[in-house]
């Protein structure tokens, strides 16, 4: 069971273009969870989204 569960986690390759997608278009519920267990288990993926996440905010500052 647990491999199988294992089966469905991104790899760090397709985290990165979903991050930069999902201000793009909205993901679905499927690629949302798979973000979320990946997230929750890579540190190097977790600091890509929050940088991702601190520039998205800054640029709409910046534009402002």
Do not use: N
């Not at 397709?14 to 991050?19: E, F, G, K, T």
Request: charged letters at 35%; hydrophobic letters at 40%; glycine letters at 4%.
């Amino acid at each position: 069971m647990i491999h199988r569960a294992l089966g469905h986690l991104l790899r760090c390759k397709d985290v990165s273009r979903l991050v930069s997608q999902r201000e793009d278009r909205p993901l679905t519920r499927w690629e949302r969870w798979r973000l979320r267990m990946h997230l929750a288990l890579c540190d190097g993926c977790t600091r890509f989204d929050a940088q991702v996440r601190f520039l998205r905010r800054a640029m709409r500052h910046y534009r402002a």
